[in-house]
Nanobody
Framework: QVQLVESGGGLVQAGGSLRLSCAAS????????MGWFRQAPGKEREFVAR????????YYTDSVNRRFTISRDNAKNMVYLQMNSLQPEDTAVYYC?????????????????WGQGTQVTVSS
């Protein structure tokens, strides 16, 4: 089992920044690729970003590429999502998730463990 707890969400004006954190506990953190997903009201959960187990490889959905940066610190069992140039359409509950499957995985079905989510609201 892996337990994930997100933090860092909040209310920010358009153009602002937020840094989300996800603390992991349980099994060896470095055994898992990590992802961030988000779900806006009335919409399906969508993939945002993914980072490999070592942290060397990252992948982003097009809408956040060059605005968001995913990173991890395996020594601290932490994964982060730095979000810059936030827009109202980025408003959603953001979830971190852990995956045992290698490669670029954007489906929520490929992730084994999930956090409870943190709300991000971007005002115009």
């Amino acid at each position: 089992q892996v337990q994930l707890v997100e933090s860092g969400g909040g209310l920010v004006q358009a153009g602002g920044s937020l840094r989300l954190s996800c603390a992991a506990s349980g099994r060896t953190f470095s055994n898992y690729a990590m992802g961030w997903f988000r779900q806006a009201p009335g919409k399906e959960r969508e993939f945002v970003a993914r980072i490999s187990r070592s942290g060397v490889s990252t992948y982003y959905t097009d809408s956040v590429n060059r605005r968001f940066t995913i990173s991890r610190d395996n020594a601290k069992n932490m994964v982060y999502l730095q979000m810059n140039s936030l827009q109202p359409e980025d408003t959603a509950v953001y979830y971190c998730a852990a995956s045992t499957i290698v490669g670029i995985r954007t489906s929520s079905n490929d992730y084994n463990y999930w956090g409870q989510g943190t709300q991000v609201t971007v005002s115009s």
